[in-house]
Nanobody, 123 residues
Framework: QVQLVESGGGLVQAGGSLRLSCAASGRTFGSYSMGWFRQAPGKEREFVAAISWRGSVTYYADSVKGRFTISRDNAKNTVYLQMNSLKPEDTAVYYC????????????????WGQGTQVTVSS
């Protein structure tokens, strides 16, 4: 049983940075793989980044490689998404997700989801 709450979204100019946080409840948070997804208006949800149980393995969508970094602090029950060099096309609601299995780029592999945080990048 995991509950997730995202924070850190906001409005930034193109080229700027934001750091999203996802606070999780659960006694076994360290056993969960975590992922970030996003959904823009009129578009399907898409994978952004994922991280394994202890943070040793990470995955990124091609669209964010080199710009975004996913990390986690199991002692704080928190996963982060550092977003640099933001582009207008990064505008979306960003969702944190948790899986009791291995990390995945597939949304349906994740059992628990937060409510999302809005990221808007102006041009």
């Amino acid at each position: 049983q995991v509950q997730l709450v995202e924070s850190g979204g906001g409005l930034v100019q193109a080229g700027g940075s934001l750091r999203l946080s996802c606070a999780a409840s659960g006694r076994t948070f360290g056993s969960y793989s975590m992922g970030w997804f996003r959904q823009a208006p009129g578009k399907e949800r898409e994978f952004v980044a994922a991280i394994s149980w202890r943070g040793s393995v990470t995955y990124y969508a091609d669209s964010v490689k080199g710009r975004f970094t996913i990390s986690r602090d199991n002692a704080k029950n928190t996963v982060y998404l550092q977003m640099n060099s933001l582009k207008p096309e990064d505008t979306a609601v960003y969702y944190c997700a948790a899986s009791s299995g291995g990390s995945s780029t597939i949304g349906r592999a994740y059992k628990y989801w937060g409510q999302g945080t809005q990221v808007t990048v102006s041009s």
